[in-house]
């Protein structure tokens, strides 16, 4: 069993900092991709940043020189530096691993979600 656990979320100022931090535990062999989703109020889920076990990262063009993907893959976490914050960013964010798991088999798995509120 895979399991994703976000920490980090919480309620912070428009041009504020936060970092989110994602922790994958259980059956794991290998995890190829990990990422951050998001989820406003009645829209869907996009992609926010993703990054490779190499290192190679893609981020949303919303995103892009704000925000900083970075995973420890000897830990099997991965973290989300967000700055400059603003309300458009308020969001459920999730954790998304793409991973090889303990029946040798390559699944997604998502954490349960972490609330990031940007006041104006």
């Known amino acids: 069993q895979v399991q994703l656990v976000e920490s980090g979320g919480g309620l912070v100022q428009a041009g504020g900092s936060r970092r989110l931090s994602c922790v994958a535990s259980g059956s794991i062999f290998s995890i190829n991709i990990m990422g951050w989703y998001r989820q406003a109020p009645g829209k869907q889920r996009e992609l926010v940043a993703v990054?490779?076990?190499?290192?190679?990262?893609n981020y949303a063009d919303s995103v892009k020189g704000r925000f900083t993907i970075s995973r420890n893959n000897g830990k099997n976490m991965v973290y989300l530096q967000m700055n400059s914050l603003k309300p458009e960013d308020t969001a459920v964010y999730y954790c998304n691993a793409n991973l090889l798991n303990g029946h040798l088999r390559v699944e997604d798995y998502w954490g349960q979600g972490t609330q990031v509120t940007v006041s104006s």
């Open positions: 990054i490779s076990s190499g290192g190679s990262t």
